[in-house]
């Protein structure tokens, strides 16, 4: 069981690294507009670092959702999703390598560079490891919570609007958390409560995600 | 030996074609219900009922305003049920009834907010707050729109109704989820400024009109209901040979009467 895994989990890493200008498109896409907002709100340092924690978050979570269509459309146009539904190996086991193999090319290189673009909007330096935690607990759930969504839009028109209307709402309590983390440190209340929850709703979604999705993927190519 | 028979009896009413005329003839009676409830709420609501030592004349928007409010959050759950008895049972009854509530669910879910801003201006001072209670509120219209979006967007229906009931179900978890971290976000933020829970002591005739509104919300959502599954199962039933007849026996039934 573990070596399907880590054969699903290699080969998707191995595909990602073949593709890097997306990985790199959807790291540029993170960093245009996080330096859009000084444009929109002026450049103000005590503004925007005082908005600094839910911009970062919000970008992260846009970066996240625009990539996330990219997680079965080749499989499913190429025919590699079927055979894999078809293999006697449990879905929602290669179901969870594909999400960390996406999050490892995509939520990883975006939890890498904020805090860099965090000194941009002036964070506090003390808060710079609270938002690299938050994002590197946060960034898989808006994965795993994004895959049922890809996988239930996969192949329809317009699926990238649909996918934004069905996962959107169910991202905001991770970043209301997320952003929330932030803040409770900068303002010296500690960021310890949401850090759990946020690895709370981690643990759930872990265990709850992946059954869904590997549903959502049945019902697709039925 | 009775009650296995009973629960089979119910149970026809499971496939389409006995449910079709068994929805046509409650339907009407549903939808007289409501007319009739809706003029006593509003009359008890609008004449009867005391003028509010506080708010004035504006509090009551609150005979739409909470039922509204109850409808749409009652009725996601009813279809969160039909969802997860169509995935377990794989009856096409369930998810007709589940996507025939949604239209529903959405209209009163705006018309909860539409009439909370109207009463938010005079009261608060402003269309809108961001209060624990309006924001998941909106966030459940988000969650509305996406089933439907998602359920029309997929031609085959079998797909669209699986994929409609798994969102249906993931909402449905993650409602209280939202609902409680909105809360939360909102008193770290700006502390209790804003309570909407009413004073406790209501006069009778406010809670009474209230209650006769919210009924005719129900009588009125099963009326709609029933009316919009009946449609569904036509279109979906259309190459049946008991559509043929129905829609024969009911152009007969008006030619006759020309």
């Known amino acids: 069981m573990l070596s399907t895994f880590l054969a699903v989990l290699r080969r998707d890493l191995l595909l990602a690294w073949r593709g890097r200008a997306d990985v790199l498109v959807t790291l540029a896409f993170f960093v245009i507009v996080v330096c859009l907002f000084p444009f929109g709100v002026g450049a103000e340092p005590n503004q925007l670092r005082a908005i600094a924690p839910g911009v970062l978050w919000v970008a992260a979570l846009l970066a996240c959702l625009l990539s996330l269509h990219r997680l079965f459309a080749q499989d499913y146009a190429d025919g590699t999703l079927e055979q894999l539904l078809l293999s006697s190996e449990p879905a929602a086991l290669w179901v969870t390598a594909k999400v960390l193999a996406f999050w490892l090319s995509t939520g990883l290189p975006v939890v890498a560079v904020a805090p860099g673009l965090a000194l941009l909007l002036d964070l506090e330096q003390g808060a710079l490891p609270v938002l690299v935690l938050s994002l590197a607990l946060g960034t898989p759930i808006l994965g795993l919570l994004g895959a049922v969504g890809a996988a239930l839009t996969l192949g329809l028109r317009g699926g990238g609007m649909l996918l934004a209307l069905l996962v959107l709402p169910l991202f905001v309590p991770v970043l209301i958390f997320g952003a929330g983390a932030v803040e409770a440190e900068m303002s010296g209340s500690g960021a310890a409560a949401h850090l759990l929850l946020l690895g709370g709703g981690l643990a759930g979604a872990l265990a709850l995600a992946p059954w869904a999705c590997a549903a959502a993927l049945r019902i697709t190519t039925d | 030996m009775n009650a296995p028979e009973r629960s089979r009896s119910l149970f026809r009413f499971a496939a389409p074609h006995n449910f079709y005329p068994l929805a046509g003839r409650l339907a ?135 994929a409609g009931a798994i969102i249906a179900l993931v909402g449905a978890v993650n409602v209280p989820i939202i609902y409680f971290s909105v809360q939360w976000w909102n008193t770290l933020h700006q502390g209790a400024s804003v309570s909407l829970t009413k004073a406790p002591s209501m006069a009778t005739t406010m809670l009474a009109g209230m209650l006769v509104m919210a009924i005719a919300a129900w009588m009125y959502t099963i009326a709609v209901v029933l009316w919009r599954a009946r449609s569904m199962i036509l279109e979906r039933e259309r190459h049946t040979e008991w559509v043929g007849a129905v829609l024969e026996r009911e152009a007969q039934l008006k030619g006759g009467r020309a």
């Open chain 2, 28 to 162: 009407p009676w549903f939808a007289a219900a409501a007319l009739i409830l809706t003029f006593a709420g509003l009359w008890l609501g609008f004449f009867v009922a005391p003028t509010d030592a506080t708010q004035g004349q504006v509090y009551r928007v609150i005979f739409i305003h909470v039922p509204a409010a109850w409808m749409s959050m009652f009725i996601y759950l009813v279809m969160a049920f039909w969802s997860a008895v169509g995935l377990v049972m794989n009856t096409r009854l369930s998810f007709v009834m589940s996507q025939a509530l949604a239209p529903t669910g959405a209209m009163f879910c705006f018309v909860a907010l539409w009439t909370g801003a109207l009463w938010g201006k005079p009261t608060w001072g402003a269309y809108w707050v961001w209060d624990a209670r309006l924001t998941s509120q909106l966030l459940l219209l988000f969650l509305y729109f996406g089933f439907i979006a998602l359920t029309r967007a997929i031609e085959d229906p079998r797909r669209a109704d699986r």
